[in-house]
């Protein structure tokens, strides 16, 4: 008699839907999904309904690269009120190299890397688990050894 009991396995889900393509592991390149004007060619994360530089309404749907430089971050060492990140953590400004610039997080065993400059790549990374048991995974710099 075949058994009715499933293999539980824990749904990778995405911290917010149509925020970057999810990979099929943790730790893998997250790429961000955002939009890019047609008339001006600036870029924006998150997608915009009009381009902030020239309101246009004729933005098209780009996946950026996963990599880009730290331009600015501070460390947080005490938890803020509803935070998940367990601190201490870093929170970075990255510039992507081929679009606009985004704020993540940096988790506590990379944040002896967060400095001005540093190369990071973007990585779906496990943030929390939510009351259904999956995994709430979101995206988080991680320096490239140089
Ligand atoms: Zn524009």
Same mark, same amino acid.
């Given at each position: 008699m075949a058994s009715d009991? !499933?293999?539980?396995?824990?749904? #990778?889900?995405?911290?917010?839907? %149509?925020?970057?393509? #999810?990979? /099929?592991?943790? /730790?893998?390149?997250a790429a961000l999904l955002g939009d890019r004007c047609r008339n001006? %060619?600036?870029?924006?994360?998150?997608?915009?309904?009009f381009c902030a530089a020239c309101s246009s309404g004729e933005m098209e749907a780009?996946?950026?690269?996963s990599t880009g430089e730290i331009d600015t971050f501070t460390i947080v060492r005490q938890q803020p009120p509803n935070s998940v990140m367990v601190p201490p953590y870093a929170i970075v400004r990255?510039?992507?190299? /081929? %679009?606009? !610039?985004?704020? !993540?997080? #940096?988790?506590?065993?990379?944040? %002896?890397?967060a400095r001005i400059g540093q190369?990071?790549?973007?990585a779906a990374r496990r943030l929390m688990e939510d009351e259904s048991g999956n995994i709430v995974v979101s995206f988080m710099a991680r320096p490239i050894p140089s």
């Open positions: 009991v !499933t293999e539980i396995k824990p749904r #990778m889900v995405p911290l917010r839907e %149509g925020m970057f393509r #999810m990979p /099929d592991r943790l /730790d893998m390149p001006c %060619g600036e870029s924006f994360f998150p997608p915009r309904v780009v996946e950026f690269a990255v510039r992507l190299d /081929d %679009g606009p !610039t985004v704020q !993540t997080v #940096m988790a506590t065993e990379d944040i %002896g890397s190369q990071v790549q973007l």
